[in-house]
C-alpha cells in the first residue's frame, strides 16, 4: 500500500538507496566492517630494555597503543585491546571492497627483540578469521618496510 502512495518515483528511491547502502545479498557492499585479530608470538621479557634504541623505540611506538594495526589506504590505526593470552582484537570499519589493501602490525613488544631495527609486525595477524600471508615490499609510503596485502568481498570474505 505504501508503495502505492509514493508512485513510481518512491520506488525508484527506494530501490536506489538499497543498492548504494549495499543491501540485499551484501555481495556488492563497497564497504564492510572486519574483525582483526593479532596473535603476539614473542618471547616474554625483554633483553633489549638495556639498549640505547630502546627508549626511542618504545616512545615511537607508544601513541599507537601498545598493539595496533595500521592500514595503508587512510584508515586510522586501530588500537587492539588485549583479549587474553596474548590475544588482541578489534574492529577495523568502513573497508572498501575489492581492491587491494595493505596493512602492518605494530607490536611494542618488537621493542625487547631489536630495538634499533624494529619493523613492522607481518606474522599472526587474521581478518575475519582467515590468516593475512602475502607480504609486499615495493610500492609503500614512505618509512614503510613491507606490509601485508589482501582484499575482501562485499560479504566480509578475504582474498590474498
Known sequence: MIGRRAGRAGWVAV??????????D???????????TYVSQLP???PEIVSICY????????????QAVVPLW?????????????RYEG??????????LRLYGRDLGMCCV??????????????????LTKVVRQELPTGV?????????????VRQ
Not at 627508549?55 to 601498545?66: T, Y
Not at 631489536?114 to 590468516?131: F, H, Q, R, S
Not at 618496510?145 to 570474505?157: I, N, P, Q
Open 145 to 157: 618496510s613491507a606490509a601485508l596485502e589482501f582484499s575482501v568481498d562485499g560479504r566480509g570474505t
Open 44 to 46: 616474554s621479557g625483554c
Open 114 to 131: 631489536d630495538a634499533c631495527n624494529y619493523g613492522p609486525v607481518l606474522e599472526d595477524i587474521l581478518v575475519n578469521g582467515t590468516k
Open 26 to 36: 551484501r555481495g556488492d557492499a563497497p564497504f564492510v566492517n572486519v574483525r582483526v
Open 91 to 100: 574492529v577495523l570499519t568502513a573497508v572498501p571492497t575489492n581492491t587491494p
Open 74 to 86: 587512510g584508515a586510522e590505526t586501530l588500537r587492539l585491546a588485549d583479549a587474553g593470552s596474548g
Open 15 to 24: 530501490a536506489a538507496l538499497g543498492i548504494g547502502c549495499g543491501a540485499g
Open 55 to 66: 627508549p626511542g623505540c618504545a616512545h615511537h611506538n607508544a601513541p599507537a597503543g601498545l
